[in-house]
């Protein structure tokens, strides 16, 4: 008695651990597919109540068959399904291996694992025709795009629309300065404008009221500023030695070269070594200025009627 109490216990228990165990069926919509096709292999799972949910203990491959995708659709109460998409490139006559899951039952915490049913198939070769185009099995798969695949495109256009941008300021800009800009020139012309101050000067008498540095400071500015808006030197901000050396290249101080000399030496001497000359050398710096001045007026060109008359004398 006591045996067959044991007996039935164990078979209970068997019957139990059995009726714990999901149900895995696999299957394909077709028994034949040509070498390269897609394998579309289904997987439906009923679970018992013990059991959560399934997970695919399977990577890369399965067997001989390549795996390209698996497609996991949500589970329900009790029940999941899942798509392989498989590939092979042999073939002839083969087999599906069994799909691994891996499963916990409630409340215990040993790892369990259960499988599908094996499929047999059939791979049958692409007839070839040697006159005719060579054409892909399947079409290349279409990978979504996503935000990240846009970004640098995003980044590449925004850089180039603030490159447009500043180059379409930089350009008004310069415009507006360009027609903004009016240089400014003399009311009248650099040499009468000389000879004007010069007399303005001339009457100050500053040399006579004992202010000798301002008189030679003056004279000299006036000459300088001559030199600049006649001839474009830079006499204003030069030294008297960059000024003369300036003069060596214009042809039309060759002559006065000396008379520059002198009139700048004299200036310097009396603004930065406190020299005080005679009488006659003030007189004489003026004179100089008004010389320099008159002998580099440009001479106007004669106008067409007064060269004849020139030539009929």
């Known amino acids: 008695m006591k ?15 059995h009726a714990q165990e999901p149900t895995i069926a696999a299957r394909t919509d077709s028994a034949q597919y040509k070498v390269g096709e897609w394998i579309l292999l289904r ?3 009923e679970l018992p109540s013990s059991v959560d949910s399934l997970v ?3 990577k890369d491959s399965l067997g001989s068959f390549e795996i390209l995708n698996v497609e996991t659709f949500q589970a329900k109460s009790g029940h999941q399904e899942w798509v392989f998409k498989l590939t092979m490139f042999d073939t ?4 599906i291996p069994p799909v691994a899951f891996s499963y916990r039952n409630r409340p215990d915490t040993l790892q369990r694992i259960a499988y599908s049913n094996p499929i047999s198939l059939s791979i049958v070769g692409i007839p070839f025709d040697p006159k005719g185009d060579i054409k892909d099995i399947k079409p290349p798969l279409d990978a979504p ?9 995003l980044i590449a256009l925004l850089v180039l629309a603030l490159a447009l941008v500043a180059y379409y300021y930089y350009r008004n800009w310069k415009k507006r300065r360009e027609v903004g800009f009016v240089p400014v020139r ?9 000879l004007m101050a010069l007399r303005v000067l001339e009457d100050k008498h500053l040399w006579q009221q004992g202010k000798a ?3 030679y400071s003056e004279v000299t500015e006036i000459v300088r500023r001559f030199l600049e808006d006649q001839y474009g030197l830079l006499a204003l901000e030069s030294t008297s030695d960059e000024i003369l050396a300036q003069l060596l290249k214009l042809p039309e ?3 006065l070269l000396r008379d520059f000399r002198s009139f700048f030496t004299t200036a310097d001497l009396v603004k930065f070594a406190k020299y005080l000359p005679p009488p006659e050398e003030h007189d004489s710096e003026l004179r100089w200025a008004y010389e320099i001045v008159r002998a580099m007026i440009p001479k106007p060109t004669p106008q067409p009627e007064e060269q004849e008359a020139e030539n009929v004398r």
């Open 3 to 17: 045996r067959l109490a044991t007996t039935i216990l164990l078979i209970f228990c068997v019957a139990l651990a």
């Open 43 to 45: 997987v439906a799972a």
């Open 56 to 58: 695919p203990a399977v």
């Open 92 to 95: 002839g006559s083969v087999f």
């Open 145 to 153: 795009w996503r935000f990240e695949d846009f970004l640098p495109y």
């Open 186 to 194: 003399p009311a009248i012309p650099p040499g009468q404008a000389a």
């Open 213 to 215: 540095k301002q008189y």
């Open 253 to 255: 101080a060759q002559a």
